[in-house]
């Protein structure tokens, strides 16, 4: 595949068989490296969440809170729950308007049939209006908070610039209402989808230990036994260099491949999700241990109904705080920060000066840590792939890619499919 398209990115991907056998995979990520970590060297360690909100436009607000707990731990910074409550708010916003945006535009078109959300949305308008809709409301949480939906500029090391008023906030309830009610018909619509059969072992790793679901703070923990605080991570997880890409792959040390995001969470978190969205789960008779990628789909639409609810229940609890931010002293450490980003685990570490002046910075993106299982699931699917007429191979293959929604950068492109007998 030259081009794999609706993901956000420029990468390729090719099977190689051998002797009608498969051999390997491998997902080739051919755009030119950023080099973040390298330009952050020297910059106040204040500046961290501005310039890596920069990564992505879809998911800024993953980037910034990872970056105010590395910057916040090596400052030896506590917020307190009023500001921790907005930040958990803020973040809900970015998941329900980025998992809106995949599953209705990006993810379900596969399961109909469908080139592009555009086309679907000529037979199914009604559920494309409505995933637009509810995108739009994640957006206007972020907006909200951020002062802005793309690369929000209110946040800070510390807290915020700027905390909203009451009826700021409140003027969001009648759409989040809304919206909450019809990402459960939603729910119950894709739910009836036709999923292609495919079970894998993976090791499922996720934040935890929070009183809620699991989105920031708490110890990284797997479904085989990992239990770590974030300050381990490096101790636990190495980075690599692979030729035919220029994004490192993650692994676990002595363990090999792991996934992280929607599913991983569900797994490892069902019995914090929200009322809402529990009683969603049983309604449609979602349960774990659920290792199907394919449905993927319903853990994020599940995910979209527990953050709204947690919008909801915090904004109709909501006091403005006496102060947007706690103040900030700078000293010389090692901060660590991990948080929930849509599509999984999203490492920050720092090393500052005593003047906060950045002196190393490693960030860790979920993509990169989803790279190896990604292509791990086409190799479990390759025979199947490889006995279909060429373009529902290409199709399926399509498809098990965007499973794990993977965040490259921002475009799109045509795909296609090169299967490589040796």
């Given at each position: ?39 952050l060297r020297g910059r106040s360690c204040v500046e961290a969440p501005d310039i890596t909100s920069r990564i ?70 009604d559920p494309v209006r409505a995933g637009l809709r509810i995108k739009k409301a994640g957006n206007s949480i ?281």
């Amino acid at each position: 595949m030259d081009y794999l398209a609706r993901v956000e990115g420029e990468t390729s991907l090719t099977i190689r068989f051998r002797k009608n056998q498969p051999a390997n995979v491998e997902l080739r990520i051919f755009e030119p490296p950023r080099f973040f970590e390298g330009f952050l060297r020297g910059r106040s360690c204040v500046e961290a969440p501005d310039i890596t909100s920069r990564i992505c436009g879809i998911c800024p607000v993953a980037y910034q809170m990872s970056a105010c707990a590395a910057v916040e731990d090596a400052l030896g910074v506590e917020v307190g729950p009023e500001i921790d409550a907005l930040r958990r708010l803020m973040y809900a916003g970015e998941w329900i308007e980025s998992h809106a945006l995949h599953v209705f535009l990006l993810h379900a078109p596969d399961f109909l049939g469908y080139p592009s959300g555009l086309a679907m949305a000529k037979d199914h308008p009604d559920p494309v209006r409505a995933g637009l809709r509810i995108k739009k409301a994640g957006n206007s949480i972020v907006r909200a908070l951020g002062g802005r939906e793309i690369h929000p500029i209110n946040v800070k090391v510390g807290g915020f610039h700027r905390a909203p008023s009451r009826r700021e906030l409140g003027e969001l309830l009648p759409e989040l209402e809304w919206s909450r009610e019809h990402a459960r018909k939603s729910l119950e619509w894709m739910a009836g989808f036709s999923f292609p059969v495919l079970d894998r072992d993976y090791e499922l790793v996720a934040l935890t230990g929070d009183d809620y679901y699991p989105l920031m703070g708490g110890r990284i923990a797997s479904n085989k036994g990992l239990d770590l605080a974030v300050s381990e991570y490096d101790s636990f997880f190495v980075e690599e260099q692979v030729e035919r890409s220029t994004a490192l792959h993650s692994t676990i040390r002595g363990r090999g491949a792991y996934l992280c995001g929607a599913l991983a969470r569900i797994n490892l978190g069902i019995d914090r999700l929200s009322p809402a969205a529990a009683e969603a789960a049983r309604a449609i008779g979602f349960s774990v241990p659920c290792k199907n990628p394919f449905k993927s789909l319903l853990a994020r639409m599940l995910e979209i109904i527990h953050s709204l609810d947690t919008a909801l229940s915090i904004i109709s609890a909501y006091v403005p705080p006496r102060a947007a931010s706690v103040p900030v002293t700078m000293r010389a450490g090692t901060g660590y920060g991990a948080t929930e980003a849509p599509r999984g685990l999203l490492y920050h570490r720092y090393q500052v000066s005593d003047d906060g002046t950045i002196e190393h910075s490693k960030i860790v993106p979920p993509t990169s840590q989803n790279q190896k299982s990604i292509e791990d699931d086409l190799l479990e699917l390759a025979p199947r792939l490889a006995r279909m007429p060429h373009s529902e191979a290409t199709a399926l293959a399509e498809h098990t890619v965007r499973n794990h929604d993977p965040c490259i950068s921002c475009s799109t492109h045509f795909l296609k499919l090169d299967v490589l007998h040796e």
